[in-house]
């Protein structure tokens, strides 16, 4: 197998996923920086990032298991986005 054929089969294996895959976790990791940065914008991020991973498990990868795991984590971004504005209203006062 030559260096071509090699890089060129790593390249298939890295965007197996059409690449979804990796903008999810990167999207995942942005989001964590934002909410460690006390950014509300961070749970929009997570719920984008836990879209696409819903989208990679059903379609590419047939994983009820992250299928599972992103719908949960979709539903406690979208509590903590929502709850954000009540908790800073108890900080204020």
């Not at 990791?29 to 997570?46: D, P, Q, R, S, T």
């Amino acid at each position: 197998m030559t260096l071509s054929t090699k890089l060129v089969s790593l390249v298939f294996v890295i965007f197996n996923y059409y690449g979804l895959d990796w903008l999810a976790m990167a999207l995942s990791l942005i989001a964590m920086y934002l909410i460690g940065n006390k950014n509300k914008f961070g749970f929009i991020v997570l719920i984008a990032s836990n879209i696409l991973w819903i989208i990679v498990s059903l379609v590419f990868m047939n994983s009820y298991g992250i299928l599972i795991g992103s719908s949960i984590f979709f539903f406690i971004n979208l509590r903590g986005f929502l709850n954000w504005e009540s908790k800073n209203k108890l900080e204020n006062c």
